[in-house]
């Protein structure tokens, strides 16, 4: 690492080190945790450090002064992170601005003329490993010579893969990108079959699917950790995928989107610490405080814009059609593509909590449910999903967020079981869309067993025998995907192999815990309450 | 725990499931070990968070304790509430509305400013409030247009003011300041926005870009099969659709205007035969008439586009209607036997009696000249419908095996007279420049020769300011009868528009060497007339006028390229059919001096005659040089015999034209009758009209125009006489007494040259006259017959001379005098097969 001698003033504290720095635990104690520096600034002489607790989400990342790193135990990144080896450890990756600069210099170098091999493959090791790779992708190329090196087989691979994208230009570029952000080619090596079959089928979905299918392939043969393989089997260079709204891979991680860039938001009577990157403008990263208009979301950077905004803005409800209303909760739909400027900002919003959330394309093919809370002001927001128009996967939701100041109080319940309503109107089972946060995991895990459970503890004995139900009834009851239920049914521990056949098992503590939780749980959705009708959106022209 | 080794089934979601209570089964966990043959589900995140410290504690703390502990949940960044401002930020209160709200889908567009001030704004807009008026508001507006209305680059001052509606003062303090800010601001405009993506693919790793369209790529199902391709297929199938609905649209348009244009020239001639109009005085009136309405075309010098041109010829085509001879039915015809040639604005629809405007007639023009494929189709449908179609045989047909290509507007200009700019070859003898007639003898002012459809020659005037000089120009001090005092008037112009398309003088590129300043561009200050005069005879100007021949009449003129090989042949030839020609005056003696017998369109006419046999000639010779046939004395007769045929032959079909309106419809049946054959009466036609025309000649024998209608009769007599020299069994002797069976022979002669020719353009043009042959009189129905049977030939079948012997009895079975001619052609059999096809080309485009 021979660009790290920037930062060497005393100690060489560089992205990419790590080191123990102190942080209050939940019950204000001093722990330790270890952790990465990510970015280093200087603010009127002190240097602020931030900092990524391993083994901990990234909302906890923050930036710290110098005397709370602990420099006795410091470790310098490794010579090999320099490749890209993501030791399968999260958000280990090494990197920092600089470098990020120097990759983009790769990439004009590399995008002007034809990528050399030699950058290609840069140590020995490398290429040993790149070997069965190649040997394995050469049946779908013309050139199916088991080559004697790493070098060979890509000499042999590589004018095909260019020859046929060659109208393909942007993409080629792209490709070429994101090989250099990770910096080897490694990556051009699994995404080609890919690529060779694009040409041939022509539609990303395809790709996709292709992707995916090599995936255990190329990651049983691949050396490298799985962080890599997933970027090289779902990281398509050039754009990810359309549908959906969620990123399971990381290959468009830049050091910048991994860390928070917006400080403190104020929306209405509440002021949030963002948890995540959100692609704000960059020029309003830099205020302290940046001002939220509780109806609409417009941003602005000041309070004084504030005001003179709510002069202009009438809104005291989200800008859709309230299908939803009980008591002070209310349910309003905003279509994406009708009403974009609400739709961004929400997105935007919602991205400052949602780290697999992209923004990369628009909203158009999406549905947002926005849930508010009435008081005399107006509508005020709690939460909101959003939701594919037309889903291939069976998704109900895409993305689910009760903003913070709510959160904690059975909003989220309650946004996943009016999803779940809308699903019952519909008459489909649905899913949320992956991958699922830590929180989101537990509120629909929570949600699931709650649901189940309270289907299974209903159940009366039909005439003097054992009540019984099967899983897809269940999924029919609940719009719960059979895959959900099973795992949920699995979580709780409820599936047992008795006798010969399988069998539900209600154990006390589960009832126990059950009873007392539906206690707590005083909002539901009525599903009276529901004004909804739902839309063929497949025989529409458009979203 | 032997059960271990049990192998449970998998888990069937189908399958009824027994719910128990633990407590009802006791020995439950003695099978606890098999339940792990249930396959574990993913949890469906993402792995590395899976392991994250705060989860898993607050997973196993709910395994355990069945909930979740307060100290036990994921923390997560605190949120601060009870903002102190809030209150006063959100002020008035919302009633919460009784109904579900429903929003109103245009109702948030409000026109409001999307800037909002800030407190730097808000300071000087309180200071700028003491000079002048503005609210905070019509601030907002302001900025907001500006930072609207720049991109990359920022609005002017000039700009500005044209943006906003304030007064300049304001508007200016407003830009300054905004210029000002927005050279400080950070992010690119004041409106802080989410970047958008670039087009040109830069952006697609910035993180700061969010919204990208998605429309790059059309969404398709995963689990349909509409690939992009099909989808692309249908599109394409769409757009075909769609233009097929068109074409047909336009050719109902065309169908129903021909309709019209049928109708009404039927009215016409009824409205006429009831005035009864026999001598086409009241037509030719009110054809004046409407010229007179008309409005003078001020010619540009150098005109910009071709169809400028034509529209001008056309102008000057409708005015040869001085003796409204044709019917509006012919012309209808010549515009489609022409069409490919010229551009669709220029069709000369003028002609008709009906108004069409220039737009509809490009449409209109559109399907018949396209040279796609289907167009064969449309052909054949207008064939189909021929039964009630008003047009009938008149309808242009497309023929079988013949290429039609559409004009090609942008180098159309393929004629001596375009400038090079325009494709042309720019000949210096066809610039504008001071041109004189002969007939009203006058000088026209500033004006330009071309040779327009069928060989006119045409003159484009031009306007300038000297014309009042140039009208009082003439060297000649002998009055001109017909100039009229009104230069520009359209009455006299149609007046000399008839006598305009006379000249093509051959000889005077030679009489006027390229003087170094060709009066190209008009002199904007009044010229004296004694200085103009100085000019012109200094041969300062060039001035232009109508020659006598004295010498050497067709050659040079009509053969403007040389390099021929048979050039000096040809023009010997010629030489000696003028001398034939002149013998033949002779013979023709016994009636009063043919010279005299002209009449300034049939002068026209034969101006026509002398471009188709240059055309014809220039043809020949390429064909000879292709063919490699040696050019034998006797091909080279028999070549100019077919080329003086031809031409005697157009004469001969447009003579008949004329007498077709000025004879009654009765003495031409009985000119029929009296020859039983078709042909015979174009023929007799163009007797009865030369002795019409001999009756009523013209008075003026003396001067100059004597000396070209002089020139003219041999030329026009050419053919008759020409033929004669080669083919000693051909019509000579009848041609040469001026009889009518001469003029039936000549006619004779053009149709089965032009069978035997076989150049597309001319057939057609036959095809055309013999149409017009057939409309007067009832009783030919073989009239009918010969144009269907010389249409039918394709060129291509004309290869064989066999089929054309087959076909040529039918056709005139009774002439043998044409059998003669036709075994004349033969002879160049070869040599026109391999001609006919490159030919094709040449004529139509």
């Known amino acids: ?28 104690e001093d722990e330790w945790p270890l952790a990465e520096i990510l970015s280093v600034k200087e603010v009127s002489g002190r240097k602020l450090y931030y900092v990524h607790y391993i083994d901990f989400n990234k909302r906890l990342d923050e930036w710290v002064t110098a005397d709370r790193l602990d420099m006795k135990k410091l470790q310098f990144p490794k010579k090999e992170a320099k ?66 090196s790493a070098e060979a087989s890509q000499a042999s691979v590589f004018p095909t893969v260019r020859e046929t994208n060659t109208f393909k230009s942007r993409e080629d570029h792209d490709q070429l990108s994101s090989l250099t952000t990770n910096g080897t080619a490694r990556r051009l090596i699994p995404s ?58 990381r290959s468009h991680d830049d050091i910048v989107t991994r860390m928070k860039n917006i400080e403190c938001i104020e929306l209405g009577r509440h002021r949030l610490k963002p948890w995540y990157f959100s692609p704000y403008p960059q020029e309003l990263t830099t205020l302290p405080i ?246 063929d959106w497949s025989k529409r022209g458009k979203w | 725990m032997s059960k271990l080794s049990f192998r449970a089934r998998a888990l069937d979601a189908s399958k009824p499931l027994p719910v128990f209570r633990c407590e009802d089964l006791p020995d439950l966990h003695e099978y606890a070990s098999i339940n792990r043959a249930v396959p574990q589900m993913p949890t469906g995140m993402e792995k590395e968070e899976e392991s994250e410290h705060h989860l898993q504690r607050a997973i196993s703390a709910q395994q355990v304790y069945g909930e979740k502990r307060d100290n036990m949940v994921i923390p997560v960044p605190e949120a601060e509430c009870n903002i102190t401002h809030y209150e006063s930020l959100y002020p008035g209160e919302f009633k919460m509305p009784k109904q579900l709200i429903h929003i109103q889908p245009f109702s948030l567009d409000t026109e409001q400013p999307d ?90 790793s910035d993180p700061y870009v969010a919204f990208r369209r998605r429309t790059e790529k059309m969404q398709t199902r995963k689990n349909r099969k509409n690939d992009e391709a099909s989808y692309e297929k249908m599109l394409k199938l769409r757009r075909d659709l769609s233009r097929a609905v068109t074409i047909l649209e336009m050719i109902k348009r065309r169908e129903k205007s021909k309709r019209e244009l049928l109708h009404l020239t039927l009215e016409i001639v009824e409205k006429r035969n009831a005035m009864p109009d026999f001598g086409s005085e009241v037509m030719a009136e009110a054809l004046a008439q409407r010229a007179l309405v008309k409005p003078v075309y001020t010619i540009p010098i150098i005109p910009l586009s071709s169809s400028n041109q034509y529209r001008h010829q056309d102008h000057l085509d409708m005015k040869d209607y001085k003796k409204p001879e044709k019917t509006e ?56 419908e021929e039964e009630n179609d008003p047009d009938g045989c008149y309808a242009f047909r497309r023929k079988a095996g013949c290429q039609y290509y559409a004009s090609r507007p942008d180098q159309s200009g393929n004629w001596p007279w375009v400038s090079p700019s325009e494709g042309g070859l720019g000949d210096p003898r066809f610039r504008y420049c001071l041109t004189s007639l002969n007939m009203p003898r006058r000088c026209l002012g500033l004006a330009r020769r071309r040779v327009g459809r069928g060989g006119r020659v045409l003159l484009d005037r031009a306007h300038t300011d000297l014309d009042n000089i140039c009208q009082s120009l003439d060297s000649d001090p002998e009055p001109e009868p017909l100039a009229s005092p009104l230069p520009s008037s359209p009455l006299r112009n149609s007046n000399t528009s008839t006598s305009e398309t006379n000249t093509s003088d051959p000889a005077s590129s030679s009489h006027f060497p390229t003087s170094p300043s060709p009066l190209s561009s008009s002199s904007p200050t009044p010229m004296d007339l004694s ?143 009296a020859s039983g054959v078709n042909g015979v009466l174009a023929g007799a036609g163009v007797f009865k009209g030369l002795h019409l025309s001999s009756t009523t000649a013209a008075l003026h024998q003396t001067n100059q ?141």
């Not at chain 1, 050396?223 to 959906?244: F, V, W």
Request: aromatic share 6%.
């Open chain 2, 329 to 384: 039915a012919v012309r209808t015809k010549r515009k489609y036997e022409k069409k490919p040639k010229i551009t669709p604005l220029s069709a000369p629809q003028h002609s008709g009696p009906s108004v069409f405007n220039p737009k509809d007639l490009n449409q209109y023009d559109f399907p018949s000249s396209d040279e796609e494929p289907f167009s064969q189709i449309h052909s054949g449908s207008s064939e189909a």
């Open chain 2, 115 to 204: 800037y909002d001030l800030d407190s730097e704004d808000e300071t000087f807009v309180n200071k700028l409030k003491k000079k002048m008026e503005i609210t905070a508001l019509q601030f907002e507006e302001m900025i907001d247009r500006l930072e609207k209305g720049s991109g990359q680059q920022l609005v002017s001052l000039q700009e500005a003011k044209l943006l906003l509606k304030e007064d300049d003062e304001l508007i200016k303090e407003v830009f300054d300041y905004w210029s000002r800010k927005r050279k400080t601001c950070k992010g690119g405009s004041l409106i802080p926005n989410v970047k958008q993506e670039k087009r040109d693919g830069s952006s697609t």
């Open chain 2, 531 to 673: 200085q103009i005069l100085l000019n012109i005879k200094s041969c300062r100007w060039r001035h232009f006028r109508p020659r006598t021949l004295s010498h050497h009449p067709l050659g040079g003129g009509d053969l403007p390229r040389r390099g021929f090989r048979d050039f000096s042949r040809t023009v010997s030839a010629l030489t000696r059919t003028l001398s034939g020609g002149s013998s033949s005056q002779n013979r023709t003696g016994s009636a009063p001096t043919p010279a005299n017998v002209f009449t300034a369109e049939q002068y026209q006419q034969h101006q026509e005659q002398l471009a188709l046999m240059q055309k014809q000639q220039l043809e020949q010779s390429q064909q000879q040089q292709q063919a490699n046939n040696p050019a034998t004395t006797t091909n080279t007769q028999a070549l100019v015999s077919k080329t003086l045929d031809q031409a005697s032959a157009q004469f001969a079909a447009s003579a008949l034209v004329t007498t077709d309106q000025l004879l009654a419809f009765k003495s031409k049946e009985e000119l029929v009758l």
């Open chain 1, 1 to 28: 690492m021979t660009k790290m001698a920037d930062n060497t003033s005393s100690v060489e504290i560089v992205e990419g080190c790590r080191l123990p720095v102190l942080r209050k635990n939940q019950e204000h």
């Open chain 1, 83 to 148: 490749t890209p080896t993501k030791n399968g450890l999260p958000g280990s990756r090494p990197s920092s601005p600089e470098r990020e600069v120097r990759k983009s210099l790769d990439l004009n170098l590399q995008s002007a003329t034809a990528p050399s091999r030699g950058k290609t493959l840069p140590t020995p090791k490398r290429k040993v490993e790149t070997v069965p790779l190649a040997t394995q992708v050469s049946p779908a190329t013309p050139v199916p010579s088991l080559p004697s």
């Open chain 1, 290 to 535: 940046l001002y939220l208009c509780e109806f609409c979301l417009k941003y602005l950077k000041s309070l004084k814009c504030l005001q003179r905004h709510l002069t202009k803005c009438n809104l005291r409800h989200p800008p859709g059609n309230e299908i939803y209303r009980k008591g002070t909760i209310s349910f309003f739909e905003i279509d994406g593509r009708k009403n974009k400027t609400y739709s961004q900002n929400l997105c935007l919003l919602a991205k400052c909590f949602l780290d697999h959330k992209t923004l990369y394309y628009d909203t158009d093919p999406f549905l947002f449910y926005v849930m508010t809370e009435y008081d005399s002001k107006g509508f005020h927001i709690v939460g909101y999903f959003s939701k594919e128009k037309e889903s291939t996967e069976d998704y109900n939701v895409a993305c689910i967020l009760t903003l913070p100041p709510y959160q904690r109080r059975g909003y989220g319940k309650l946004l996943i079981e009016f999803s779940y309503e809308l699903s019952k109107v519909e008459g489909k089972t649905g899913t949320p869309e992956k991958p699922l946060s830590d929180l989101g995991l537990l509120s629909y895990r929570s949600y699931w067993s709650q649901t189940i459970l309270e289907i299974l503890m209903d159940l009366k004995p039909d005439n003097g025998e054992r009540p019984q139900i099967t899983i897809n009834e269940i999924s029919e009851i609940t719009s719960v995907k059979k895959e959900d239920v099973i795992s949920t049914l699995q979580y709780l521990n409820l599936i047992n192999y008795y006798k010969g056949q399988y069998i539900l098992t209600l154990s006390e503590d589960i009832v126990d815990g059950h009873e007392r939780a539906m206690q707590k749980r005083h909002l539901r959705i009525d599903p009276k309450c529901l004004h909804f009708t739902p839309k």
């Open chain 2, 705 to 845: 125009s004597t000396h070209t209608t002089t020139s003219a009769t041999p030329t026009f007599l050419q053919p008759s006489s020409n033929s004669a020299t080669p083919s000693p069994a051909n019509a000579v002797p009848t041609s040469l007494t001026s009889t009518p069976s001469a003029h039936a022979a000549a006619a004779l002669g053009l149709l089965g040259c032009s069978a035997a020719n076989a150049t597309p353009a001319t057939t057609q043009v036959l095809i055309g006259n013999n149409i017009c042959l057939s409309v007067p009189s009832a009783t030919s129905l073989a009239g009918r017959h010969i144009p269907r049977t010389l249409g039918n030939v394709p060129p291509s079948a004309l290869k064989l001379s066999a089929t054309t012997n087959l076909q040529m009895p039918k056709v005139s079975g009774a002439s043998s005098m044409d059998m003669g001619s036709r075994d004349n052609h033969d002879e160049d059999k070869p040599a026109l097969n391999s001609i006919a096809d490159n030919t094709v080309a040449m004529e139509v485009t």
């Open chain 1, 192 to 249: 080609q079959p890919g690529r060779k079959r694009k040409a041939n089928c022509g539609g990303t979905d395809e790709m996709i699917k292709v992707l995916q299918y090599n995936n255990p392939q190329s990651a049983s043969v691949f050396l490298p950790p799985p962080e890599d393989s997933q970027d090289s089997s779902d990281g398509i260079p050039s754009a990810p995928r359309m549908t959906g709204s969620l990123v399971s891979d």
